[in-house]
Structure formats: structure tokens, C-alpha cells
């Protein structure tokens, strides 16, 4: 499974990051992140891509998401 | 439209109608909120520059960052982080005031300024547009100001809250250092234009809680428009707009054109570049200036080092003049005053999108 880093980065990389991944047509996805608005974020662009999204972790300020289509 | 959307929504309406009701309470026109312009009158107070119209420790800011601070504490958010390019963070604060004070307030302003009826904020509006936009292509391109790591102490996180807590004793007990001041009190001009204390400050704790819950952001609703399609944060921008202008229509206060708005000028191209400037530093950064204090209240140390650079870079637009004045029509024993930037402040405007083009370019990774 593809891992994308976005902890510690600010506002809108973490998207940006996971819709580039997304977006070479990955089926699964594995998301590391350290603030709850980089998770309201990716959570919002892989659900709004049509993904389901399963937290393996879920710390205020530590997050593990996992996106499948 | 979802939880989220609505709360964005109902934080934008009451931030706007909060803003127009500081007005009514004695805050400078179309400027109830202004974060700009209030980091300035801060500046001013404390003795960084000696513009004796603009001073004054505004308790909306103080209110805004220990707002934001006590709610991030609450939900569990709060957690000093930073390290993320700092120095450049705190010159890009520096350059993102000098183009606040060409146009004449912050994105946030230019909303109120909007639903005020003052066109030359269109104008500065669509400046803000294209700069957010000339940031996504940055972005797009790969722009990073690298990692910001948590810190294995909170103590940093408490550092811009202290200082707001420090300055909001210099304001309950008036200390004079040395006679006629620091701390400066603007005797005229907007400085000296300010609602009761404890109704601003609460104004801030309000407005800091619902924008660390909501992630209200200016820069972030164009930005998240362009680039994602999505409309959250916009509806926080909508929100702002329609919650002032219903104020304003409600107590008269909104007067359409473009000559005789109060605090601005008619200089398109510099309201255009100024905003401009705003917008493409903001988006770099990763929020507006509101966005910025809010995350420093949080333990954001990153957005803290703005904060400050946003206070040395309006010392510097008063003390080196690169801030724009305000148009006045003429009366009797007044000559007319065209306003706009004068030249120094065009060069520093330019000079700043100049950098930030530079910053752009040269902070991409692969």
C-alpha cells in the first residue's frame, strides 16, 4: 500500500499531496498526519473523490487514514 | 449542505455582523475588524512606529489569539509546533502587512469594506483573487516551506498568548514608560476611534473561538475554490459579506461608489497590487492574517513568526511611509487628499511580490 507523509505540513499541501496520488489512479492508500484540519481535509477530498476512508489511528494530533476505492 | 458548511457559514454572518456592530460602538468605519490594521495601531502603541493617528492596543486581536488559545486547549488541539522555514514565514509577514497597509486593511477588512459599499475594495478584491491564485500555481507546482515538527514542550506554544496577555495588562493599567508614552493612546484618527474595552475584547474571545472551530480563513476560500472546487471556507467569505452588509443597510451605514469611502483610496492599481500581494503571500503561507493570529493562539509558532513579522512590517510602512494614505475631500481649512501609496510604498509593493515570486520559485521540492 502507497504511504504519503503530511505530517508538519501546512495548509493545503497534505490535499495536494493525496490528490496527486489519487489522482495516478492508487486503489489504496495509507495517510500519515499530525493536525485535525489535515484530516478534515484529506478526509473531505477522498470522500468527495468517492473513496471510503477508515482511521487506523485517531489522535488529535496523530493520524493514520486509510483511503480504498 | 453539511454541519461543517453551516458552522463555516453561521461563524462568517456573526463575524460580519459583530464587525458592523464595533463600528456602531465606536471602532473606525468599515474597519470593526481589521487584522491588519489593528497589529498596526498595536505597532503604534508600543512605540514601533510614531504615527500618532494610528495607535492603540486593540483588544480584538488580544481577544482573537486567547480566544483561539482557550479553545484549542478545550478540543485537545492545542500543541506548540514550528520549525517549518521560520525566518522566511516572519519576511513573508513582513511583506504581507507592507501590502495590507497599500490597499488599506486586510483581506477581512476588504469584505467589510465590500458590504460597506466602497467599490475600491472590488477592486482590491479581484487583486486578492488573482494573488491567491498566482499562490495555487506555486502550490501546484510543488511549493513547500518544508515540515513544522511538534515540540516535545508546549512552553513555545504559550509564547505569543503570553505577549497578548502582557499587552492586554499595558491596556487595563495605561502604563506610560517615559512621559508622552509608550504606550501611545492616538489622541485623533482612527487610532483613537475604538469601542469600550471589554466589549472588543470579548468580541475577539467570540469571533477567536468560532474561527479555531470553524478554520474561517480568507485566503483559504479562494484558494480551496480553485484548487479543489470545494466551497467551505468561501461560505465563511459569503457569510462575513452578507452578515455586515444586512448591519449596514440596518444602520445606514452603507454608502456605494468609489470617492468618500472612509479609511481607502482610488488608486486601482494599488489597491489591485496591494491585496495582490496579500493574496500570494497568504496563499504560501497557508492562511490569511485572521488565519495566521488563530493559529498562534494554537501553538503554532510558524504562524506566530508572521504575526510578529506582520508588527515590524507595519513599523516599517509607517516609519519608512510605505503605507498608503487615506483619500480626503477637500473643506473648509482642509486641502483634498488624493491617498494611494506614494512612491516608496509602490517600490516596497512591488519589491514584495517580486519576493514572493522568488520564494515561490525557490521553495519547490522535486
Sequence with gaps: MEIVDVRGLSCPIPVIRTKKVLDQGVSELLVLGDSSVSKENVGKLAGSSGYTVTMKVDEINNWEMEIKK | ?366
Excluded at chain 2, 68 to 85: D, H, I, N, P, V
Excluded at chain 2, 290 to 306: M, P
Excluded at chain 2, 334 to 355: E, F, K, R
Aim: charged share 10%.
Design chain 2, 1 to 366: 449542505m453539511n454541519r461543517t458548511k453551516w458552522f463555516v457559514l453561521i461563524t462568517g454572518l456573526i463575524t460580519g455582523a459583530i464587525a458592523v456592530a464595533l463600528v456602531k460602538l465606536g471602532n473606525p468605519p468599515n474597519m470593526g475588524f481589521c487584522i491588519a490594521c489593528f497589529e498596526r495601531d498595536i505597532a503604534g502603541a508600543l512605540g514601533l512606529h510614531r504615527a500618532d493617528t494610528v495607535q492603540y492596543l486593540r483588544p480584538e486581536i488580544i481577544g482573537l489569539v486567547l480566544g483561539a488559545m482557550l479553545t484549542s486547549l478545550f478540543a485537545g488541539e492545542f500543541k506548540s509546533r514550528g520549525g517549518s522555514a521560520t525566518l522566511v514565514r516572519f519576511i513573508m509577514g513582513v511583506f504581507m502587512m507592507i501590502g495590507a497597509l497599500v490597499f488599506l486593511g486586510c483581506p477581512l477588512r476588504d469584505v467589510l469594506r465590500m458590504a460597506g459599499g466602497d467599490y475600491n475594495a472590488v477592486v482590491g478584491f479581484i487583486g486578492f483573487i488573482a494573488g491567491v491564485a498566482s499562490g495555487v500555481v506555486f502550490l501546484k507546482k510543488g511549493f513547500n516551506l518544508g515540515r513544522a515538527e511538534l515540540s516535545h514542550s508546549q512552553a513555545g506554544g504559550y509564547i505569543i498568548p503570553a505577549i497578548m496577555i502582557f499587552l492586554l495588562v499595558l491596556l487595563f493599567t495605561k502604563t506610560v514608560f517615559q512621559a508622552g508614552g509608550p504606550v501611545f493612546f492616538s489622541q485623533k484618527g482612527p487610532g483613537s476611534m475604538a469601542a469600550p474595552l471589554l466589549i472588543s475584547l470579548a468580541a475577539g474571545l467570540l469571533v477567536g473561538f468560532m474561527a479555531q472551530r470553524s478554520r474561517l480563513c480568507l485566503s483559504g476560500g479562494i484558494r480551496d475554490f480553485i484548487l479543489i472546487k470545494d466551497n467551505t471556507l468561501l461560505l465563511g467569505f459569503i457569510g462575513i459579506f452578507i452578515g455586515a452588509l444586512a448591519l449596514n443597510l440596518g444602520f445606514h451605514y452603507f454608502k456605494p461608489g468609489f470617492a468618500g469611502q472612509p479609511i481607502a483610496h482610488a488608486q486601482h492599481l494599488w489597491n489591485f497590487l496591494g491585496l495582490y500581494l496579500v493574496g500570494i503571500t497568504a496563499t504560501l503561507l497557508g492562511g490569511c492574517p485572521l488565519r495566521q493570529l488563530i493559529l498562534s493562539g494554537q501553538g503554532d509558532t510558524d504562524a506566530g513568526a508572521v504575526v510578529v513579522g506582520m508588527i515590524v512590517g507595519a513599523a516599517f510602512s509607517h516609519n519608512m511611509v510605505f503605507a498608503a494614505s487615506a483619500a480626503k475631500a477637500a473643506s473648509p481649512g482642509v486641502t483634498a487628499v488624493a491617498g494611494g501609496p506614494g512612491l516608496y510604498g509602490q517600490i516596497a509593493c512591488l519589491v514584495g511580490i517580486a519576493i514572493m515570486f522568488i520564494i515561490g520559485y525557490m521553495f519547490r521540492e522535486e
